[in-house]
């Protein structure tokens, strides 16, 4: 029997509420050239006895397999090596595919063969229901210009679901199990740099959005958020040229964990990240917005200062 075209991996970790939301949502996709699987990370709620009863549903097709704790990136890399699809969809528990998810992939590999990397669009549903849909700008023409567009400029969205990853795009480089949170960046990187790329202008996921604990963004975002950089520019994968980047991007992940840790109500921890920032990139750090910040972040850890 020859391998799928396509293996689409969910990792699930207590996700049992959405998970047969999302398995439908794949195997529910027309043809036959693919199959999922459903790799559990050590739930303690039902997702076993949910993954079982899918695979029962959809026998030879739908795979549960179920692995001790050890993060999302470990999920996946789990998955990569249980199946056998020359591409690799990747997507989360509490996400869906699209109805036309695989038709777009399987039309854009057939017009862009040489293509490691598909890149479409998707739709995010925050809890209140509302809808927003995000489109794809004309992809960037060099390996230097995607990155800049991935990294700084914002401009190309990569997301799971709504990219589709050749098999050999993870022949030298996995996701990096270290990371907890963002493990997808680097491997993005690594992608958008040294395979081919094109675009699919077709949303082909539904992404839904949780507010969550912001004590707990912020744990997760300052986990391992600068030793991130380090991993997406390993110059064993990134060429030379990529260097040029690291410091912009640097300052970025400073900004990002400097309003991050504010909105934690925790200035004093914020504060360091906003003038790393400023001295990596003056420009982006003194816009006004940021500025205001860190006056407020610098005044509340003065006034602290004074009580104590």
């Not at 679901?161 to 949170?181: H, T």
Request: charged content about 25%.
């Amino acid at each position: 029997m020859s391998a799928p075209l396509v293996s689409i991996v969910i990792p699930a970790y207590n996700y049992a509420a959405t998970l047969e939301r999302a398995a439908a949502s794949a195997m529910a996709q027309p043809g036959e050239d693919f199959d999922l699987w459903i790799v559990d990370d050590g739930s303690s709620d039902d997702t076993p006895q949910v993954g079982a009863a899918l695979e029962q549903r959809w026998p030879g097709r739908c795979h549960y397999r179920r692995q001790d704790n050890a993060g999302p990136a470990a999920a996946r890399n789990h998955g990569l090596r249980l199946s056998e699809g020359r591409y690799l969809l990747f997507f989360d528990a509490d996400d869906e595919l699209l109805p036309d998810a695989l038709e777009t992939f399987r039309s854009a590999v057939r017009q862009h063969p040489a293509a490691g990397v598909i890149l479409a669009e998707h739709e995010s549903v925050e809890e209140n229901g509302k809808t927003k849909q995000h489109r794809q700008k004309p992809l960037p023409a060099t390996a230097r210009q995607r990155l800049r567009a991935y990294l700084l400029d914002k401009s190309l969205t990569v997301s799971h679901g709504s990219v589709l990853l050749r098999r050999d795009v993870f022949a030298a480089y996995r996701y990096p199990e270290r990371f907890r949170a963002a493990e997808d960046l680097p491997v993005f990187a690594h992608a958008l740099v040294n395979f081919d790329c094109a675009l699919a202008q077709r949303p082909t996921a539904r992404v839904h959005k949780h507010a969550g604990s912001l004590r707990g963004n912020a744990e997760a975002a300052a986990a391992g958020s600068l030793e991130l950089v380090e991993e997406i520019f390993d110059p064993k994968r990134m060429p030379a040229w990529a260097m040029e980047l690291k410091p912009a991007y640097t300052a970025r992940r400073h900004l990002s964990l400097f309003r991050t840790l504010l909105r934690a109500r925790r200035p004093s921890e914020a504060l360091p990240h906003y003038l790393a920032a400023l001295r990596l990139t003056p420009f982006a750090a003194l816009r006004p917005g940021y500025i205001a910040k860190a006056l407020r972040a610098l005044g509340y850890c003065l006034a602290r200062c004074r009580r104590t």
